[in-house]
């Protein structure tokens, strides 16, 4: 199931550092009441199995996972 090489973590970790702001494109969490597509947060880091741990602005703390999920990394005015 975490079947990610070491390269590809890298490089998730290259394109969305701690501090980068994204925005939610899909998430596939049953449990998940908080977020919509769109929905915005800080990325906190990125861990050994590839997810985007993320605080988003509406409190949540749900992170990306990598292969289920999708946010892009976004510039805010």
Known sequence: MFNISEKTVERLRKEYPTGARVELIHMDDPYNTKLFPGARGTVKYVDDIGTIHVRW???SSLGVVYGE?????IKED
């Open 57 to 59: 602005d509406c409190g």
């Open 69 to 73: 999920d999708a946010c892009r990394k």
